[in-house]
């Protein structure tokens, strides 16, 4: 027979009545048994009087009867085939389905000292779904006038408001509140229905309990709309078989669905794995082949030293103090710190191309943030509504820039503070909040430095550019790069980082050339990595 995916497939296939391989689904999951199962002595067709089967039928479809026996076709009802010796039959004729209550919760009378178990969905989250005791308890006195709703053990309880589906079995007589309906097999069924079987039937039972609920605020059904759910009556034997089968492969399905979880979360961060790994390939120098007729990067660096000592020259920036130099000599890299050469390999976090050099972020770009006194004696006194906007940490999210600005300056206390105005294409970083969150401005207006960020300004002359923005940017969301960057973050209520630490982040700088190349690389496999 040919089953559905749509109620309990499980229950079918692990019942088959022959000696061959069978898939188990539940849910998502797909686990393959064997089974064996002989012929029990009887069928259910005795046990079920007002459902005939399509091989009683001249059109070959089920039916059901009611009223004064009138036949109602069914099929559309039906949610699998079955096998010959199993029946149909109505939830609501098999069980009688009592809904909880709550008692008057501000009634001392209903709860103090209460000795009667009453069941709710925290006990399913506090022990699973067997149940041997109860958080709460009610008082004979609320259940005066509910004692119908005191429900025996083994009774499989089944939520049918909000958290639809939930479901659990008492080994112990409760009460529940109104979100379960307890599921009690009548006294004529009891001899030829298991209430463990019950219970690993209505594991199936969501899908459809949903497609049935009212749409209200939340899912609702109704103990009528629960009574009318088909369920398959099936010998005894058959169904004490089926439970163990289940309970025997379940150890098993649960490994599977461990594993499955972990592959769906592989599967969702493998993009951005992806990314950071050609990342780290490129300011490796791996992703792209190293031209011989590149300018080296010595030669680049060089330039970059005549530029910044031309802007110290004019005033436009201050000379750094602690400015060092990095060198190869005898296949290993030294930093010479004023009359002071040291090597520095174990600081270096990998190899680069020989003609890359190495150097510190300081050395080659003009990194500060807005000043404590330049807030409090030029900018807090003069918020306006409009002109030049403030930058603040908030306006850099998730490598974008937020052109959302909460604040604005005059123009001229803007042009006063040049140091830290942003007037040309520069990274903006937090360095309080989310460290290595580093986004690019373009330069296309004027704005200011606020609060909690930094600007990385590279030492570029006017009409070329010796070192690429985009390179850097992409190198600081490297995995290496991201480590030399937070390395010496501040454990606080925030993470912080002193512009000194960003100044002295140590970064490999290919030849312009191939800067170029690792970008235009980077942003060919970034659209097809998007794609994923």
Same mark, same amino acid.
């Given at each position: 027979m040919v089953t559905q995916t749509v109620a309990c497939p499980l229950l079918h296939n692990l019942s088959e009545q022959t000696n061959c391989g069978q898939v188990v689904q539940i849910g998502r999951l797909r686990f393959v048994v064997k089974q064996a199962v002989c012929l029990d002595s009887y069928t259910t067709k005795h046990l079920v009087r007002d459902t005939l089967r399509p091989d009683e039928t001249a059109d070959n479809l089920p039916y059901e009867k009611v009223g004064n026996n009138e036949l109602v076709c069914i099929a559309d009802e039906v949610p699998f085939d079955i096998p010959d010796s199993w029946e149909w039959i109505r939830l609501g004729e098999l069980c009688d389905i009592i809904n909880g209550f709550t008692p008057l919760k501000t009634n001392p009378d209903f709860w103090s000292n209460g000795t009667i178990p009453w069941f709710t969905i925290d006990d399913v989250h506090s022990q699973g779904r067997r149940i041997t005791f109860t958080n709460k308890h009610i008082t004979t006195n609320a259940l005066s006038k509910n004692s119908n709703?005191?429900?025996?053990?083994?009774? #499989? =309880?089944?939520?049918?408001?909000?958290? #639809?589906?939930?479901?659990?079995?008492? *080994?112990?007589? =409760?009460?529940?509140?109104?979100?379960? $309906?307890?599921?009690?097999?009548?006294?004529?069924?009891?001899?030829?229905?298991?209430? *463990?079987?019950?219970?690993?039937?209505? &594991?199936?039972?969501?899908?459809?309990?949903? $497609? #049935?609920?009212?749409?209200?605020?939340?899912?609702?059904?109704?103990?009528?709309?629960?009574?009318?759910?088909?369920?398959?009556?099936?010998?005894?034997?058959?169904? !004490?078989?089926?439970?163990?089968?289940?309970?025997?492969?379940?150890? !098993?399905?649960?490994?599977?669905?461990?594993? *499955?979880?972990?592959?769906?979360e592989l599967n969702i961060q493998f993009p951005n794995l992806l990314k950071k790994s050609i990342l780290q390939e490129a300011v490796q120098g791996k992703l792209v082949p190293q031209d011989p007729n590149d300018e080296p990067a010595s030669v680049l660096l060089e330039r970059i030293r005549a530029e910044k000592q031309a802007l110290v020259k004019a005033g436009k920036i201050k000379k750094d103090k602690h400015e060092s130099v990095i060198f190869r000599r005898d296949n290993s890299h030294y930093e010479k710190r004023g009359s002071e050469e040291v090597c520095i390999d174990e600081e270096l976090p990998f190899e680069i191309p020989r003609n890359w050099e190495w150097c510190y972020l300081g050395d080659v770009a003009f990194v500060t943030k807005l000043a404590g006194f330049e807030y409090t004696k030029y900018i807090a006194p003069n918020l306006t509504d409009t002109g030049i906007p403030l930058f603040k940490g908030k306006n850099v999210q998730k490598g974008k820039l937020v052109f959302n600005f909460e604040g604005y300056?005059?123009?001229?206390?803007? +042009?006063?503070?040049?140091?830290? &105005?942003?007037s040309k294409k520069c990274l903006l970083t937090p360095y309080v909040g989310t460290i290595g969150n580093i986004a690019i401005f373009d330069g296309s207006f004027k704005a200011h430095l606020?609060?909690?960020?930094?600007?990385? *300004?590279?030492?570029?002359?006017?009409?070329?550019?010796?070192?690429?923005?985009?390179?850097?940017?992409?190198? =600081?969301?490297?995995?290496?790069?991201?480590?030399?960057?937070?390395?010496?973050?501040?454990?606080?209520? &925030?993470?912080?980082?002193?512009? +000194?630490?960003?100044? $002295? #982040?140590?970064?490999?700088?290919?030849?312009?050339?191939?800067?170029?190349?690792?970008?235009?690389?980077?942003?060919?496999? !970034?659209?097809?990595?998007?794609?994923?």
């Open positions: 709703r005191l429900l025996p053990s083994n009774t #499989v =309880l089944l939520c049918c408001t909000a958290s #639809v589906g939930e479901y659990a079995i008492t *080994e112990i007589p =409760l009460t529940t509140n109104q979100q379960f $309906n307890g599921l009690v097999i009548k006294e004529y069924y009891k001899e030829y229905y298991s209430p *463990e079987f019950l219970f690993e039937l209505v &594991q199936t039972f969501k899908d459809r309990l949903i $497609n #049935v609920a009212g749409k209200t605020t939340f899912n609702f059904v109704s103990v009528k709309k629960l009574g009318k759910l088909l369920i398959p009556i099936l010998p005894l034997k058959e169904q !004490e078989r089926i439970t163990i089968k289940i309970r025997s492969v379940m150890p !098993e399905v649960k490994k599977y669905s461990a594993k *499955e979880i972990e592959i769906d300056i005059p123009e001229y206390i803007s +042009d006063e503070l040049s140091r830290s &105005q942003i606020g609060s909690n960020v930094g600007k990385i *300004e590279l030492i570029n002359p006017v009409d070329r550019t010796y070192l690429s923005e985009e390179y850097v940017l992409n190198y =600081l969301r490297s995995a290496a790069g991201y480590l030399q960057l937070t390395k010496h973050k501040k454990a606080t209520a &925030q993470e912080s980082i002193s512009i +000194d630490a960003i100044r $002295n #982040v140590i970064i490999p700088i290919p030849p312009t050339n191939e800067q170029n190349r690792i970008i235009n690389i980077l942003e060919g496999l !970034e659209r097809k990595v998007h794609a994923l």
